[in-house]
Protein backbone atom coordinates (compact mmCIF):
# COMPACT_ATOMS: atom_id res chain seq x y z
CA UNK A 1 0.00 0.00 0.00
CA UNK A 2 2.81 2.65 0.92
CA UNK A 3 4.43 2.15 -2.69
CA UNK A 4 1.44 2.39 -4.57
CA UNK A 5 0.58 5.53 -2.45
CA UNK A 6 4.65 7.00 -3.26
CA UNK A 7 3.73 5.85 -7.06
CA UNK A 8 0.97 7.58 -7.31
CA UNK A 9 2.01 10.25 -5.61
CA UNK A 10 5.04 10.83 -8.19
CA UNK A 11 2.93 10.25 -10.94
CA UNK A 12 0.80 12.86 -9.73
CA UNK A 13 3.37 15.33 -9.35
CA UNK A 14 4.83 14.42 -13.09
CA UNK A 15 2.20 14.99 -14.83
CA UNK A 16 1.46 18.53 -12.89
CA UNK A 17 4.96 19.89 -13.81
CA UNK A 18 4.28 18.50 -17.42
CA UNK A 19 1.08 19.92 -17.60
CA UNK A 20 3.25 23.65 -16.56
CA UNK A 21 5.43 22.96 -18.72
CA UNK A 22 3.33 22.98 -21.60
CA UNK A 23 1.28 26.31 -20.08
CA UNK A 24 4.62 28.34 -20.23
CA UNK A 25 5.71 27.28 -23.37
CA UNK A 26 2.47 27.93 -25.17
CA UNK A 27 2.39 31.69 -23.09
CA UNK A 28 6.33 32.07 -24.19
CA UNK A 29 5.36 30.85 -27.61
CA UNK A 30 1.74 33.73 -27.85
CA UNK A 31 4.12 36.39 -26.34
CA UNK A 32 7.00 35.66 -29.82
CA UNK A 33 4.24 35.36 -32.58
CA UNK A 34 2.96 38.72 -33.51
CA UNK A 35 -0.64 39.48 -32.91
CA UNK A 36 -2.62 39.08 -36.34
CA UNK A 37 -3.68 42.05 -37.98
CA UNK A 38 -7.24 42.97 -36.52
CA UNK A 39 -9.94 44.97 -38.99
CA UNK A 40 -10.59 47.42 -36.07
CA UNK A 41 -6.87 49.39 -36.35
CA UNK A 42 -6.05 51.32 -39.09
CA UNK A 43 -2.78 51.86 -40.87
CA UNK A 44 -0.20 54.65 -40.89
CA UNK A 45 0.93 55.41 -44.33
CA UNK A 46 3.61 57.72 -45.67
CA UNK A 47 2.51 60.66 -48.53
CA UNK A 48 4.24 58.20 -51.18
CA UNK A 49 1.67 55.43 -50.05
CA UNK A 50 -0.75 57.41 -50.15
CA UNK A 51 -0.31 58.83 -54.02
CA UNK A 52 0.52 55.50 -55.10
CA UNK A 53 -2.93 54.17 -53.35
CA UNK A 54 -5.03 57.41 -55.32
CA UNK A 55 -3.04 56.81 -58.50
CA UNK A 56 -4.08 53.36 -58.96
CA UNK A 57 -7.44 52.47 -57.47
CA UNK A 58 -8.90 56.36 -57.19
CA UNK A 59 -12.71 55.32 -57.30
CA UNK A 60 -12.68 52.60 -54.57
CA UNK A 61 -10.99 55.28 -51.52
CA UNK A 62 -12.20 58.16 -49.96
CA UNK A 63 -9.76 61.22 -49.37
CA UNK A 64 -11.06 62.21 -46.25
CA UNK A 65 -9.37 66.00 -44.91
CA UNK A 66 -10.48 65.89 -41.26
CA UNK A 67 -9.38 69.99 -41.36
CA UNK A 68 -11.77 73.26 -40.80
CA UNK A 69 -13.72 74.37 -43.65
CA UNK A 70 -11.44 77.07 -43.97
CA UNK A 71 -8.00 75.25 -44.46
CA UNK A 72 -9.78 72.78 -46.67
CA UNK A 73 -10.43 75.96 -48.73
CA UNK A 74 -7.49 77.43 -48.84
CA UNK A 75 -5.46 74.64 -49.94
CA UNK A 76 -6.32 70.85 -50.50
CA UNK A 77 -5.12 67.83 -52.29
CA UNK A 78 -6.81 67.27 -55.48
CA UNK A 79 -6.55 63.61 -56.97
CA UNK A 80 -8.83 62.60 -60.02
CA UNK A 81 -11.20 60.54 -59.98
CA UNK A 82 -11.02 60.26 -56.25
CA UNK A 83 -13.93 61.16 -54.02
CA UNK A 84 -12.72 64.26 -51.80
CA UNK A 85 -14.42 65.00 -48.52
CA UNK A 86 -14.03 67.45 -45.99
CA UNK A 87 -15.21 66.66 -42.68
CA UNK A 88 -13.73 68.69 -39.47
CA UNK A 89 -12.83 66.21 -36.73
CA UNK A 90 -15.36 67.99 -34.61
CA UNK A 91 -17.95 67.21 -36.89
CA UNK A 92 -16.96 63.71 -37.75
CA UNK A 93 -19.17 61.85 -35.52
CA UNK A 94 -22.16 63.58 -36.55
CA UNK A 95 -21.47 63.39 -40.02
CA UNK A 96 -19.57 59.78 -40.63
CA UNK A 97 -22.61 58.71 -42.51
CA UNK A 98 -21.49 60.74 -45.70
CA UNK A 99 -18.58 58.24 -45.75
CA UNK A 100 -19.60 55.12 -47.97
CA UNK A 101 -18.29 52.42 -46.43
CA UNK A 102 -16.95 50.07 -48.89
CA UNK A 103 -14.55 52.41 -49.68
CA UNK A 104 -10.95 52.46 -48.30
CA UNK A 105 -10.70 56.00 -46.35
CA UNK A 106 -7.26 57.49 -46.42
CA UNK A 107 -7.28 60.81 -43.83
CA UNK A 108 -5.19 63.61 -43.84
CA UNK A 109 -4.89 67.11 -42.03
CA UNK A 110 -2.24 69.32 -41.44
CA UNK A 111 0.38 67.45 -39.98
CA UNK A 112 -0.86 64.15 -38.25
CA UNK A 113 -2.65 64.44 -34.89
CA UNK A 114 -6.15 65.40 -35.79
CA UNK A 115 -6.20 62.87 -38.67
CA UNK A 116 -4.76 60.21 -36.18
CA UNK A 117 -8.06 60.94 -34.06
CA UNK A 118 -10.39 60.89 -36.99
CA UNK A 119 -8.47 57.37 -37.80
CA UNK A 120 -9.49 56.12 -34.21
CA UNK A 121 -12.67 57.42 -34.53
CA UNK A 122 -13.74 55.70 -38.03
CA UNK A 123 -12.20 52.07 -36.73
CA UNK A 124 -14.25 52.10 -33.99
CA UNK A 125 -16.95 53.13 -36.16
CA UNK A 126 -16.98 49.68 -37.84
CA UNK A 127 -14.86 51.17 -40.91
CA UNK A 128 -12.26 48.87 -42.27
CA UNK A 129 -10.40 50.23 -44.43
CA UNK A 130 -8.70 53.21 -42.68
CA UNK A 131 -5.15 54.65 -43.91
CA UNK A 132 -3.38 57.61 -41.64
CA UNK A 133 -1.31 59.33 -43.88
CA UNK A 134 1.60 60.66 -42.22
CA UNK A 135 2.93 64.42 -42.23
CA UNK A 136 -0.62 65.76 -43.60
CA UNK A 137 -0.35 67.82 -46.31
CA UNK A 138 2.60 69.49 -45.21
CA UNK A 139 4.52 66.28 -46.21
CA UNK A 140 2.35 65.98 -49.24
CA UNK A 141 3.12 68.90 -50.70
CA UNK A 142 6.87 68.94 -50.32
CA UNK A 143 6.56 65.77 -53.23
CA UNK A 144 3.13 66.63 -54.40
CA UNK A 145 1.09 69.46 -56.00
CA UNK A 146 -1.98 70.67 -54.61
CA UNK A 147 -4.47 73.10 -55.29
CA UNK A 148 -4.90 76.97 -54.19
CA UNK A 149 -8.85 77.17 -53.78
CA UNK A 150 -10.27 79.80 -56.38
CA UNK A 151 -11.94 82.76 -53.52
CA UNK A 152 -15.32 83.13 -53.83
CA UNK A 153 -15.91 86.24 -56.06
CA UNK A 154 -16.83 89.47 -53.44
CA UNK A 155 -20.05 90.37 -54.05
CA UNK A 156 -20.73 93.73 -56.49
CA UNK A 157 -23.90 95.48 -56.66
CA UNK A 158 -26.20 95.01 -59.02
CA UNK A 159 -25.43 96.86 -62.50
CA UNK A 160 -29.07 98.22 -63.78
CA UNK A 161 -28.66 96.61 -67.71
CA UNK A 162 -28.71 99.45 -70.28
CA UNK A 163 -31.38 99.03 -72.92
CA UNK A 164 -31.09 96.55 -75.60
CA UNK A 165 -28.79 97.72 -78.41
CA UNK A 166 -28.23 96.68 -82.14
CA UNK A 167 -25.33 94.30 -82.69
CA UNK A 168 -24.62 96.89 -85.31
CA UNK A 169 -24.53 99.82 -82.97
CA UNK A 170 -21.22 100.79 -81.95
CA UNK A 171 -20.97 102.61 -79.16
CA UNK A 172 -19.28 106.26 -79.43
CA UNK A 173 -18.95 109.17 -77.18
CA UNK A 174 -22.13 109.83 -75.77
CA UNK A 175 -23.48 112.66 -78.15
CA UNK A 176 -24.77 115.88 -76.93
CA UNK A 177 -28.32 117.06 -78.09
CA UNK A 178 -28.73 118.96 -80.58
CA UNK A 179 -30.30 121.97 -79.84
CA UNK A 180 -33.25 123.09 -82.11
CA UNK A 181 -32.50 126.59 -83.32
CA UNK A 182 -34.01 129.50 -81.18
CA UNK A 183 -36.66 131.37 -83.65
CA UNK A 184 -37.50 134.98 -82.91
CA UNK A 185 -41.57 134.67 -82.19
CA UNK A 186 -42.23 137.46 -85.34
CA UNK A 187 -45.74 139.01 -84.72
CA UNK A 188 -49.15 137.02 -85.66
CA UNK A 189 -50.21 138.35 -88.75
CA UNK A 190 -54.05 139.55 -87.85
CA UNK A 191 -56.71 136.87 -89.01
CA UNK A 192 -58.63 138.35 -91.73
CA UNK A 193 -61.99 136.82 -93.10
CA UNK A 194 -61.10 135.73 -96.91
CA UNK A 195 -62.58 138.56 -99.42
CA UNK A 196 -62.72 140.79 -96.14
CA UNK A 197 -60.95 143.80 -98.13
CA UNK A 198 -62.72 143.26 -101.69
CA UNK A 199 -65.64 143.82 -99.66
CA UNK A 200 -64.30 146.80 -97.94
CA UNK A 201 -63.27 148.38 -101.28
CA UNK A 202 -66.48 147.98 -102.60
CA UNK A 203 -68.31 149.62 -99.34
CA UNK A 204 -66.03 152.70 -100.03
CA UNK A 205 -66.73 152.98 -103.33
CA UNK A 206 -70.69 153.16 -102.96
CA UNK A 207 -69.60 155.73 -99.92
CA UNK A 208 -68.01 157.53 -102.07
CA UNK A 209 -70.66 157.44 -105.02
CA UNK A 210 -73.42 158.10 -102.79
CA UNK A 211 -71.43 161.42 -101.30
CA UNK A 212 -70.72 162.55 -104.92
CA UNK A 213 -74.41 161.93 -105.90
CA UNK A 214 -75.61 164.12 -103.40
CA UNK A 215 -73.34 167.03 -104.15
CA UNK A 216 -74.57 166.75 -107.89
CA UNK A 217 -78.62 167.41 -106.03
Not at 26 to 49: Q, R
Not at 88 to 93: A, G, M
Not at 145 to 151: D, E, L, M, N, R
Request: charged share 20%.
Amino acid sequence: MCKLGIGTFFGALTFSLLLLLLLSLSLASAELTPPLPDASTYIDIGVEKAHEMLAENPAQIILLDVRTEGEYNAEYIPMPGVELINIPLDKLETEIGKLNRSKAVIVYCKSVSRSRTASETLTQQGFENVYNMLGGINAWKEMFATSIATPMPAQTPAVTPSPAVSPEFTPTASPTPTTAPILTPTPEKEKRVPGFEATLAILMLLILFMLLRRKRK
